[in-house]
């Protein structure tokens, strides 16, 4: 079982949000470190999964080799900026399969909508990996795996860049069996729900859009 909360010091990792957090950092220099980043921290969240031997030829003799047990894992953007994790993840899990949940936040009520839920099937037999850069106030992350425990997940992991004290826990409290993968834990939310010091607004600074 991985710990509740594993916080990746990779020097590299660091290196690489220290970068992304810089707001004279391009759009295209933050998208490709995202990338970069996202595959380290895959290696990280990958730790600890089933694995069985099979019998393989090697050019010298037979072996018995170690080779990943069990269905392929799901892997679930958070829409709309979890997609910026996804391509580094696939790099190295291409078999993955991809799953997608769109929520908003009703202005009224403040509860998230769903408005979209595209997910693979026999989510109960697989490793379910949630990706969403920023864990901010929780909300979000919180309703998605609602939503994906609904649909059977049994066995979920989550994967962000950056975290909030705040969002850990409430997924702590929420989901207690969900454990978070993260490259940093930052001092707090502001008024607006933003991390911070964080990175400002992963989505727009990876999509370009402000
Ligand atoms: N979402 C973001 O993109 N940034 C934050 O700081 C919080 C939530």
């Known amino acids: 079982m991985l710990d509740h909360l594993t ?14 957090r810089d707001k004279e950092t391009s759009t295209a220099g933050f998208r490709q470190l995202l990338r970069e980043i996202s595959l380290l921290l895959a290696y990280e969240v990958t730790r600890e999964l089933d694995m069985t031997e099979k019998t393989i030829e090697t050019p010298m003799r037979t072996m018995q080799a170690p080779t990943l047990d069990g269905k392929k894992l799901a892997l679930i953007s958070i829409l709309r900026a979890g997609n910026g994790l996804l391509d580094g993840i696939l790099e190295l899990i291409p078999s993955a399969r991809v799953g997608f949940v769109g929520l908003y936040r009703d202005e009224e009520t403040l509860e998230p909508v ?20 920023m864990l901010a106030t929780g909300n979000s992350s919180v309703a998605a795996i609602d939503k994906l425990k609904e649909a059977g997940a049994k066995n979920i992991r989550f994967l962000c860049l950056l975290a909030a004290p705040e969002g850990i826990k409430r997924m702590e409290e ?3 069996d969900v454990p978070i993968v993260t490259a940093a834990v ?6 607006h729900g933003y991390i911070v ?5 992963a989505g727009d600074r990876m999509f370009g859009t402000k």
Do not use: C, W
């Open 7 to 20: 916080v990746v010091k990779h020097p590299l990792v660091q290196h690489k949000l220290t970068i992304m």
């Open 114 to 133: 769903e408005y979209y839920f595209k997910v693979p099937e026999d989510l109960s037999d697989r490793l379910v990996i949630a990706v969403d850069p």
């Open 174 to 176: 929420a989901h207690p």
């Open 186 to 191: 930052d001092e707090k939310l502001n008024e």
């Open 197 to 201: 010091p964080g990175l400002g607004d």
